[in-house]
């Protein structure tokens, strides 16, 4: 290159004109780039101008020099520098992916979701599961209708406040699956009982048993009061127990004279011939209906001085259901017409549904012996003198309200009465134990 500043003298145009002519020459006469000068610039005239191409590079535009991009390329950098690239052809919905250490390139979106060339993403079908949404964040507008099933419930997550009234019916139920604690109490009325459907074994049917000591020698009488009154069926049912000999006949009969009012039957035992001189004791027995099953009831009268026991009376209800005014404290034990409270003490065992359980197991284990409860209890069970016990502090029932057998003509229902008894100071509540 030519050393600078170069001297520079003319007189006239022409000549200045010449020597800068000279001066760009020797200037820029090596090459810049593998170019040059007069490769990229011309003359032509008074201007000296840059060669363009017209497909890219630099271009004038309003006497402006202007860098030209090609559409299908442009400019990079990389690791060396800024370079050119290529012209690439891309598929609608691509996108240029960066990549380490390589050039960015076109991809299409792929996997779970795409995107178009107006790019709108769509998500594809099964790709969300339930890590993807926000605990609580599904409510019933997103769920369309008849889309969950049993398999979707976790077990025992339906409760009451979840089925809507009146939406379940009979073919809902697994059968034999509702029992009575089911049931509120009063629900099943007669329509809901169908015709024939009550059998021996559906009615409240029990037995009340009574029994008394008879004296071993011609003559001997006791009578037996029978506490089923106006509940109870005849015949009545009598027996002697193993102990005694000599004939003993009964009669039915009701001391006292006869007046306008019904009145009740007692059952006279009475001993026909002489017999070992040992006492025996006799049985009534008496079935009836509406039997409450609560409380099983064992009452013994028994001689206050000898403990010697006369009269018992065993049943599942107390005696004031029997009587006319259902009230415990008018009728607290069955022996109203001969107890004297200055002879005579009286004992009660108040079984459960064990404690009476384990009396019936004995008469069926024992079929050939025909036993009674009240017999198994005479003759195989003793009060223990040493364990009180307390009433039941809960309602028993003690009787049926007034016309209680027309109700059926009526429809009307019958409510049994329910109440607290009390325990009279002169009655002594014991357990009972196995005769050794």
């Known amino acids: 290159m030519a050393d600078v500043p170069h001297p520079i003298s003319a007189e006239t145009d022409e000549d200045l004109r010449k020597q800068l002519w000279e001066l760009i020459r020797d200037l820029y006469e090596e090459r810049v780039a593998g170019l040059a000068i007069g490769d990229v610039f011309e003359d032509s005239g008074d201007v000296l101008s840059l060669k363009l191409v017209t497909n890219g590079g630099l271009e ?13 390329g442009g400019l990079a950098i990389g690791s060396d520098g800024l370079y050119a690239t290529e012209s690439v052809t891309m598929t609608d919905g691509q996108l240029i992916v960066g990549q380490t250490d390589a050039a960015s390139e076109p991809k299409s979106m792929s996997g779970d979701a795409t995107i178009d060339k107006d790019g709108a993403i769509t998500i594809g079908n099964d790709k969300i599961d339930s890590q993807h949404y926000v605990a609580g964040s599904i409510d019933t507008e997103h769920i369309a209708a008849d889309q969950i099933d049993s398999q979707h419930y976790v077990a025992g997550s339906i409760d009451t406040e979840h089925i809507a009234a009146d939406q379940i019916d009979s073919q809902h139920y697994v059968a034999d699956s509702i029992d009575t604690e089911h049931y509120a109490p009063g629900s099943v009325d007669q329509t809901a009982i169908g015709a024939n459907a009550v059998g021996q074994s559906e009615l409240k049917t029990d037995s009340q048993e009574d029994s008394a000591s008879l004296g071993g020698l011609d003559g001997n009488s006791t009578v037996v009061s029978m506490t089923g009154s106006a509940y109870g069926f005849f015949g009545v049912q009598v027996k002697k127990g193993a102990a005694g000999t000599g004939e003993v006949d009964f009669t039915n009969f009701k001391e006292g004279t006869v007046t306008t009012s ?76 001969h107890f004297n409270i200055d002879e005579h003490e009286i004992v009660v ?59 059926w003509i009526s429809g009307e229902k019958v409510t049994p009465i329910k109440k607290v008894i009390s325990k009279p100071g002169y009655i002594i509540p014991l357990q009972i134990k196995r005769r050794k």
């Open 262 to 337: 019904y009145e009740y039957l007692d059952v006279r035992f009475e001993r026909m011939t002489d017999g070992d001189s040992t006492a025996s004791t006799v049985y009534t027995q008496q079935y009836y209906v509406t039997s409450s099953g609560e409380v099983f009831w064992y009452f013994a009268m028994r001689d206050k001085i000898t403990k010697e026991i006369l009269r018992c009376s065993a049943g599942n209800d107390h005696p004031c259901f029997f009587a006319e005014s259902v009230d415990p404290n008018d009728t607290p034990h069955p022996f109203k017409r």
């Open 60 to 72: 004038k535009s309003s006497n402006e020099l202007q860098i030209k991009l090609q559409t299908g």
């Open 349 to 407: 065992a108040i079984l459960d549904k064990e404690g009476r359980s384990e009396i019936d197991s004995i008469i069926i284990n024992n079929p050939n012996k025909k036993l009674s409860r009240l017999q198994v209890l005479n003759e195989m069970f003793e009060f223990d003198e040493d364990n009180e016990v307390d009433y039941p502090d809960r309602e028993i029932t003690v009787g049926l309200p007034p016309r209680w057998d027309k109700a």
